[in-house]
């Protein structure tokens, strides 16, 4: 077995380490082992990707041209960055908005009014930088929060509430609309999710649905209508957390006239760990797909002039990104869509102040990028596991090491290890051949390995 290169990094060291490359193969068979066998192959890799918020693409209007540029080249570039090719978009106000707002006037059921031009001044160049860099278009998921105040039972979009009856029509009109005024500016929106996190009532916009409101709204009213203008827009139901992923996905999925419309399940990692709901849902009904949605390092506070001391940027939060990647992708995620793909310095802007980390932030006053570590542990995978790879069956004997492989459309074979405890000496495996290797204590490395 050749190893065409390695890539690693550990806590408190530089990043992304290049180790000797084309090491040769042998392997202790008594060491703890990390085997992979390519014959058995699973879910098929449709990339990574962050979230064109207007915090995102107003944070990088603070900065100066070459700045901005940089973060989106950071993230988009194949050669000089992290090579997304996701991306997700909120329709109209979300909390990581400069204010509440929606595209029509107060009232207009008929939606005469629509009007996504706020969208121009900062979201849009931001997304269409983004394919410059890229070299090719997006799939962009979007997504709301809330509908419109007067849709609402609340005559608010904050605070949860629900959707009227009355405005289900128009209210699945609007995804159409919203569709087509993106259209017109040159992107094509790959999906829409029927809300942002429909399960929790948030001091933000946000939207209240049970599973059988949201399976309702699908099958009478989004879906036809979805389908009838836009038929190549995909669906995507749940789009919250994976703690009751199961109990949601199935009333809808379970529902053949609602099904024919949803391409599939999104998720998001806060509350819980439960990766294998992924693979429940999945054995439930496998032939429809499953996509990380959103996550990120919440900094929640309440305060405008919060300061951070030192648990923005931890190790850890690094670590969370890599053990959820993981876990993800081998329970049958197809990609995986980070949250804010910059924020300034203190985790905002955000109209409630609920203040996260991104990958990426701008410090406003030293005009320049900081690179938090999750940045680099996402790179682990983003920068090796191409666009089309299969994921490959894995077994690891040690509770704190963490890995997955993917062989490539080329035939390369990459596997991302992580570690989350002290140094520990192993044996990589792949189809019965092997070579010992080191993890250092908190680290992740990334093994490219060609079969001879």
Known sequence: ????????????????????????????????????????????????????TEAAAYTLSEAPTEVRNEAIRAYFSKDKGLGYVLGRVHIHSCDFALENYTYVS??????????????????????????????????????????????????????????????????????????????ARGIDIWAVSVQNEPLATQTWDSCIYTAEEERDFVKYHLGPVLESAYPETKIIIWDHNRDVLVERGAVVLADKEAAKYVWGTGNHWYVSEAFENLSALHNLFPDKHILFTEGCVELTTTSENAQFNGYLGSWTNGERYGRNIIGDFNNWSRGWIDWNLVLNEKGGPNHVYNYCEAPIMYDRDKKELIYNNSYYYIGHFSKYIEVGAKRLEISVTNEEVHAVAFRNPNGDTVVVA?????????????????LNINLPDHSITTFVLKAE
């Open 106 to 183: 107060e009232g207009d059921k008929e939606l005469e009014t629509f009007d996504i031009s706020r969208e121009d001044k900062w979201v849009i160049p931001m997304i269409k930088d983004a394919m410059v860099y890229a070299g090719e278009p997006l799939k962009i998921l979007a997504s709301p929060w809330s509908p419109p105040a007067f849709m609402k039972d609340t005559k608010e979009m904050n605070y949860g509430g629900k959707l009227l009856p009355e405005y289900n029509a128009s209210w699945a009109n609007y995804y159409v609309k919203f569709v087509e005024a993106m259209k």
């Open 418 to 434: 992580q570690n989350e405890g002290w140094i520990v000496e192993m044996s990589l495996v792949v189809d019965g051949e092997g």
């Open 1 to 52: 077995m050749k190893v065409l290169s390695v890539r690693s990094e550990k806590k408190d060291s530089k990043y992304w380490i290049q180790l000797p490359e084309r090491q040769t193969g042998g392997y202790d068979p008594s060491r703890k082992v990390i085997a992979v066998n390519s014959n058995q192959m699973y879910q098929e890799f449709m990339g990574f990707g962050g979230a064109f």
